[in-house]
């Protein structure tokens, strides 16, 4: 099968065409003058089905390559196009903060729709339960889960901790790749966009002497799991670990994953992640066998 993909996780694009499942499909991007970008799909796609592979993460460049790259498949014919979208980048616009704001990831989800898209794939959809609805093509949602949770499977005497309310369910789900007892779900309070104030527990239980492994969809300044070492730290917790399906890291994120002295740091590749930013604790693991497995 045909597999284009824009240039976001140029990496993982190239590993699962290395399988007999896809073929590199050719198409150019260039820009005119005035920087509007072109797109011109270099294959026969009418009547095939077609998968693309593109995230959404910032520069804002990224999504305009994703939108015209499928829909020059649609006006080329393609039967079916389906959308590999390893890290929906505004996932978290999903409702207001304050008045006055747009609903962004619903917005996208309609161009995705509109721009010819048949079936979108996501890993880890930030808050899944709530944007799902936008979405109004069939959308499969893959969880990284059991591939996070492997890198794990040697650390004794654990407890698994969600760091929000938002990240009770892939904590369970990582729980449950870990044959682990319930998780413990923390609390946090956010007073503006980028601050985490405080954390407070929801459901807990003694982590005196205890390895924790925090589980979230996506890191970014790394305030959230910051509060949280802090917290469990003052409850007793013995080491921490940290499972995570994006790293978004802007910000003071690596400075405060580094502060954080954290035993292990996994991360998937649905962000390409520089080489050179990589912590000495830190793993990076691919989706892409995942993705094979669900396509
Ligand atoms: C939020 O609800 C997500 O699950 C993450 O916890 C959050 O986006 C991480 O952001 P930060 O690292 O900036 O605290």
């Known amino acids: 099968m045909l597999l284009f993909s824009t240039n976001t996780n140029p990496s993982l694009a190239s ?23 072109i797109i011109q799909v270099k294959e026969n796609v009418k009547g095939k089905n077609i998968f693309v ?41 999903n409702h207001p903060f304050y008045s006055g704001e747009p609903l962004t990831s619903k917005l996208l989800a309609q161009f ?26 069939p959308l499969k949602n893959i969880s990284a889960m ?14 698994i901790a969600s760091p929000d309310i938002g990240a009770e369910d892939i904590c369970q789900e990582f729980s449950k790749h870990l044959h682990s007892e ?23 239980k003694d982590v005196q002497g205890k390895n924790v492994i925090l589980v979230d969809d996506m890191i970014n300044t790394a305030g959230t799991i910051a509060k949280a070492i802090e917290f469990l730290k003052t409850h007793g917790a013995k ?23 954290a035993k292990k740091i996994v991360f998937t590749n649905t962000i390409p992640f ?5 912590l000495p604790n830190m793993k990076i693991i691919s989706v892409g066998e995942l993705i094979l497995d669900n396509t």
């Open 15 to 37: 590993e699962l065409c290395k399988s007999s499942k896809f073929k590199k499909g050719k198409v150019e991007f260039t820009k005119f003058s005035n920087n509007e970008i």
């Open 182 to 204: 319930p998780v413990i779900v923390l609390s946090k309070y956010r007073p503006k966009p980028n601050v985490v104030q405080k954390t407070v527990a929801k459901k807990f």
């Open 53 to 93: 592979l593109g995230s959404t993460f910032p520069p804002v460049e990224n999504i305009m390559h994703l939108l015209q790259l499928v829909n020059a498949l649609k006006e080329n014919n393609a039967k079916k196009i389906t959308v590999i979208i390893p890290h929906y980048g505004y996932a978290r616009q």
């Open 146 to 159: 059991k591939v996070l949770a492997k890198e794990f499977k040697n650390i004794k005497n654990t407890v």
């Open 112 to 137: 995705l729709k509109i721009s010819g898209a048949t079936k979108i794939i996501t890993i880890d959809l930030h808050d899944l339960e709530n944007n799902i609805q936008f979405f109004t093509c």
């Open 239 to 261: 080491d921490i670990y940290i499972a995570a399906t994006h790293p978004v890291l802007s910000g003071s994120g690596i400075k405060r994953l580094k502060k954080s002295n």
């Open 274 to 278: 520089p080489k050179e930013k990589k």
